[in-house]
């Protein structure tokens, strides 16, 4: 991967850094790369070193920041608290809901970086979730349609509260066991 810089140079992390932040306020479009080189007091030339354009920026950033929301859920406990645990890594790692981020997708024109993209989402946020749903079916903790859908109704709601959960709850943790909780539990009283 051409995109991947070495991530251990402190330009490198504070670009990454500020471009994730301005990225998830502002969209891809929304943010240019002389405010990325202004917040970071770096000049062009620097941020080109490193990646070769805004594009690659884009790609790198949402891989550091999936392989960190991935290297962040638990891997052993019930179902119940495995998915608190990535409810609670979604919030912690998330200020946008992530179908904004994907939506960016569509304004980028590398087909190369459209996969990437959509590959870093898939292997570390979508699959996870989905053996951890396939899990869950088959030793009957959980009971549904099948994993995909059970999937996509838990990420459903987790991503409707990312950008709302401070207006809802100061403790993320617990909208994060709040909804875990109706999800497993519904909303019925009987």
Known sequence: MGNKPKLEHESVDRIITTAWEL?????????????ICERCNLTKPTLYYHFHDKEGLFVTVLQHQLTH??????????????????????????????????????????????????????????NPLLALMQTGLDSGELHGRNAEFLTLMFLGIINNFISRANEISPDRKSLAAELTSLFLQGVSTK
Do not use: C, M, W
């Open 23 to 35: 990225f998830q306020r502002k969209g891809f479009r929304g943010v240019s790369v002389d405010e």
């Open 69 to 126: 929301f991935h290297e962040s859920l638990p891997e052993d406990g019930s179902i119940q608290d495995r998915l608190l645990g990535f409810a609670s890594a979604i919030f912690e790692n998330f200020q946008s809901e992530t179908t904004t981020l994907l939506h960016d997708r569509e304004h980028i024109q590398k087909p190369q970086n459209q996969f990437l993209i959509r590959d870093a989402f898939r292997g570390l946020l979508f």
